[in-house]
């Protein structure tokens, strides 16, 4: 079984700082994938960010980028300059390798930006 | 431009009176899910359709089902709600073995 734990419920962090949201996994697969989602209060689910197991550069997508330490199985999100937008929940998932896997979620971690 | 549809945004229903939840895609994508998110709570996967073949969940309840007429198209039906599935229903598409998956906006459901 694959398991996501986050252990910051909430976080605040300055207008223009950098902040990290830890993620750490838990699975017996050789093979699968990390991701971040964003979730503002609308509801919708954002995709952030995807890290292969395998692939060995850190994944970076504009200001969010993926900390990827495969042997402490942990995947932070360092999201640089914080921006007010950024005020949300943010979910970290995993899914095996394999078709039509399901996306397994870690409790989320609410994030709070601040002037 | 190519997306998740999920309708309706809100939907309000009375205990028991079943319901329908409608996700539409222009992606083209093979597999099609349904996500429940209670509040405050993490999204959990209801079931998923391959194509034409559909995949419970072991721990969905036999209330909740699905439908897939065609590729775009993916129905959740609640046949009696009751107060606990109050929440926000997620539908979401991926390609097979890829590993991403594209979310719709969700529906939230309110069970009065």
């Known amino acids: 079984a694959q398991k996501i734990t986050q252990t910051q419920p909430g976080m605040f962090v300055q207008e223009k700082e950098a902040v990290t949201l830890d993620c750490t996994y838990d699975t017996s697969d050789q093979s699968y994938g990390l991701f971040w989602y964003k979730q503002p209060s609308s509801g919708e689910m954002i995709f952030l960010i995807y890290q292969g197991s395998y692939d060995e550069q850190n994944a970076t997508e504009g200001r969010y980028s993926l900390n990827f330490q495969k042997a402490r199985k942990s995947a932070n999100l360092v999201i640089s300059a914080s921006q007010l937008g950024d005020s949300a929940m943010y979910f970290c998932a995993m899914r095996r390798a394999g078709t039509a896997s399901k996306l397994t979620f870690g409790t989320g971690t609410r994030l709070q930006v601040t002037l | 431009d190519a997306m998740v549809i999920q309708n309706p945004r809100y939907q309000v229903t009375q205990f028991g009176k079943p319901v329908t939840l409608s996700c539409s895609q222009t992606?083209?994508?093979?597999?099609m899910y349904w996500y429940q998110q209670k509040s405050s709570q993490a999204p959990k996967l209801l079931f998923h359709y391959y194509d034409k073949d559909f995949n419970n969940e072991a721990d969905t309840p036999d209330n909740f089902q699905s439908r897939r007429p065609n590729t775009s198209f993916c129905f959740l039906d609640i046949r009696s709600p009751g107060l606990g599935d109050a929440a926000m229903y997620l539908c979401?598409?991926?390609?097979?073995?890829?590993?991403?998956?594209?979310f719709g906006p969700g529906t939230r459901l309110t069970v009065t």
């Open positions: 979401a598409t991926s390609r097979a073995n890829q590993y991403e998956q594209y």
């Open positions: 992606l083209n994508h093979n597999v």
